[in-house]
């Protein structure tokens, strides 16, 4: 596209694009801008009259039963504008005319009205009529009042059927349910939460077109869960650490804002592949419990076995993020049903690496997984490559077992308690000691450590950390967590054979506090019991004097 553009000036005239459209059946043209109308300012459920006292009394009820603020929603357009988040040049990009088809597969449950009929008018509105095959609303056996009118309000839309599950089934089997109903020639799954923004559809099918084995997934905007309003998110990619938690890693785009980012893991929410490509992968593992993990799965399965994903800064989705479930999990915990979907994917495809999953999540270890055969074999039948294959090229950073020199708990000897993130992880924040948990515990994980050959102190993406001040000593830093950079400097530590870890710049000892103050503190190396640390696990030991 780029000699296109730089032949005709970046731009193309109406005669020219008429002419085309007669005469060839393909040519390139930019996005689609979306139904040129003027959206509705208020929503289907609007009351113009509503007490202060009341509004606040029907937030609270929405955001119990929806975990975000549904009242507010059903005040809302839902066909409104929002502002355009794609990166700088997006708008300039052209795509071929004849892109692939796609049906757009939403599942849900129990979902808010308002918030779902705004996701399906965001796709309408904002997809090329002739792309657009379809859009297959999953009712996964909702029981909510709510969507009582659902069928009625579909009859107004355009290309849009719902299909209901006859049981409660879950989000793998649910998608399955759609999949199989699907006519297009590429399938783009979506929550029932989101809104596409203009141009969305184009990069995903541009990249599927030009080779069917891709799977890429829009950049996530952020829809806030209590103000509906819409925010421009930066370009990133999924990552995850040992105990499968997915967080998102920040990439340098370099020059080119609207070139596609290699992902390592997708979230899974939000992704288009190629229907017949999504059969020969092996779809999903129908075996996985409602959701959590399939997406972990996936991607290892897409990456090994000869496909790969990507992010496009050019395609935008909003999504509501809320910090939990508003709904059951078919009489099982979350985390029993999450560690089971973990420890199938964990059995299958991470080799001699699952250990580690397991030293994080120990949990999982006494789960029943059922059986793996079938996984197991597709693997063995799609050649796929090993799981240091993947790691070498995707995830570098993340340590492995013949990367470390110890892990586990780091327990001080004069207090008996640990050193503990207590599910502290974002950057800058303290680090304390606790009493040590046993494995079973869940707030465990807070307490396992990796110490690098790089001489890192690691928890999950974070690694421990000396460089901020600390104002409650004079001139001292104080520890805490930070993004692992893999420089050293403030984060490099080395453990001694007299148990101390010494801050390397430094050369100062990392302390617990006096009794009944649980922060961590560098001190002078004075060889006392609050300097002293044991790791659970030590595999190699490298000896340094202080």
Request: glycine content about 6%; aromatic content about 10%.
């Amino acid at each position: 596209s780029s000699g296109i553009n730089a032949e005709y000036g970046g731009s193309w005239s109406t005669f020219a694009l008429l002419y085309l459209a007669l005469f060839n059946s393909d040519y390139l043209e930019r996005s689609y801008t979306g139904i040129p109308n003027q959206p509705a300012v208020y929503g289907p459920f609007y009351k113009r009259h509503v007490a202060h006292r009341e509004k606040l009394k029907l937030k609270d009820l929405a955001m119990k039963k929806h975990r975000f603020n549904s009242y507010l929603s059903d005040q809302t357009a839902v066909n409104r504008a929002i502002p355009d988040t794609r990166s700088p040049g997006c708008d300039a990009l052209l795509y071929h005319h004849n892109l692939p088809t796609a049906s757009v597969i939403i599942v849900f449950h129990n979902e808010a009205l308002t918030v779902l009929l705004r996701t399906v008018h965001s796709v309408i509105n904002r997809t090329p009529p002739r792309l657009l095959s379809e859009i297959i609303l999953v009712d996964d056996y909702s029981d909510s009042s709510e969507l009582e009118t659902l069928d009625n309000e579909i009859a107004k839309l355009v290309k849009t059927r719902h299909v209901r599950l006859p049981k409660r089934s879950g989000l793998i089997k649910a998608r399955l349910f759609g999949a199989a109903r699907a006519r297009g020639d590429v399938m783009v799954f979506l929550d029932s939460h989101c809104e596409c923004n203009v141009g969305w559809m184009e990069p995903l099918l541009a990249e599927i077109q030009q080779d069917r084995r891709t799977v890429p997934s829009p950049v996530i905007d952020v829809i806030h869960y209590e103000n509906f309003e819409y925010m421009q998110a930066m370009p990133q990619v999924g990552a995850f650490d040992w105990s499968f938690t997915f967080y998102w890693q920040m990439k340098d785009q370099g020059s080119n804002l609207t070139a596609p980012l290699v992902a390592p893991v997708m979230a899974g929410g939000l992704f288009a592949i190629d229907k017949a490509y999504f059969e020969e992968i092996g779809t999903y593992d129908t075996e996985m419990n409602i959701w959590g993990g399939e997406n972990m799965e996936m991607s290892f399965r897409i990456w090994m076995c000869g496909g790969k994903l990507l992010s496009l800064p050019c395609s935008r989705v909003g999504h509501i993020f809320r910090d939990s479930a508003p709904y059951s999990f078919n009489g099982e915990s979350q985390l029993m049903t999450l560690y089971r979907n973990y420890a199938r994917a964990v059995e299958v495809w991470l080799d001699q690496h699952k250990a580690l999953f397991y030293r994080f999540v120990p949990l999982a270890k006494d789960v029943n997984i059922g059986d793996i055969g079938s996984r197991v074999k597709l693997r063995e039948k799609l050649k796929c490559k090993s799981f240091d294959w993947y790691l070498e090229h995707l995830l570098p950073m993340l340590p492995t077992e013949n990367r470390l020199l110890a892990s586990g708990q780091i327990k001080n000897t004069k207090t008996s308690q640990c050193i503990d993130t207590l599910g502290r992880r974002k950057a800058n924040d303290t680090v304390s000691h606790y009493r040590c948990l046993p494995t079973r515990e869940p707030a465990y994980t807070s307490q396992v450590w990796m110490y690098s050959k790089k001489y890192e102190i690691i928890s999950l993406e974070n690694c421990l950390d000396a460089s901020v001040a600390d104002p409650s000593s004079k001139g001292g830093k104080r520890v805490a967590l930070y993004p692992c950079h893999g420089l050293g400097g403030n984060q490099k530590w080395y453990y001694t054979p007299t148990q101390q870890i010494v801050h390397a710049e430094s050369q100062l000892c990392l302390t617990v506090g006096k009794e009944g103050k649980s922060q961590l503190f560098l001190g002078k190396c004075d060889g006392s019991g609050s300097q002293i640390f044991t790791f659970t696990n030590i595999y190699d030991h490298d000896d340094f004097e202080i």
